[in-house]
């Protein structure tokens, strides 16, 4: 079955890095595309990033283009977000995702003073 462990949560100033991982099982990760995707309090789910399966092409929503880099470590099945100069409306829950039907648990991201 498939699993998406998403981890590197937590809380962090404006202006603060992070750098979230997401450990993958069940499938063959290094198949498939991925992406990362955030869901602010009371809003819906918005994508973030993607990646291609080899991890040679990258793609990002306009918000978190310049501060957010997206990666891949296919060996240890591990998908990373690094994200730089943080901002508060950066503040979400954020999933890795194989599809749209296999999201991880997600983990909290905050952005305060």
């Known amino acids: 079955e498939v699993q998406l462990v998403e981890s590197g949560g937590g809380l962090v100033q404006p202006g603060g890095s992070l750098r979230l991982s997401c450990a993958a099982s069940?499938?063959?990760?290094?198949?498939?595309?991925m992406s990362w995707v955030r869901q602010a309090p009371g809003k819906g789910l918005e994508w973030v990033s993607g990646?291609?399966?080899?991890?040679?092409?990258?793609s990002y929503a306009d918000s978190v283009k310049g501060r957010f880099t997206i990666s891949r470590d296919n060996a240890e099945n591990t998908l990373y977000l690094q994200m730089n100069s943080l901002k508060p409306e950066d503040t979400a829950v954020y999933y890795c995702a194989k599809s749209i039907r296999d999201w991880g648990q997600g983990t909290q991201v905050t952005v305060s003073s």
């Open positions: 990646i291609n399966s080899g991890g040679g092409s990258t």
């Open positions: 069940g499938f063959t990760f290094s198949g498939y595309g």
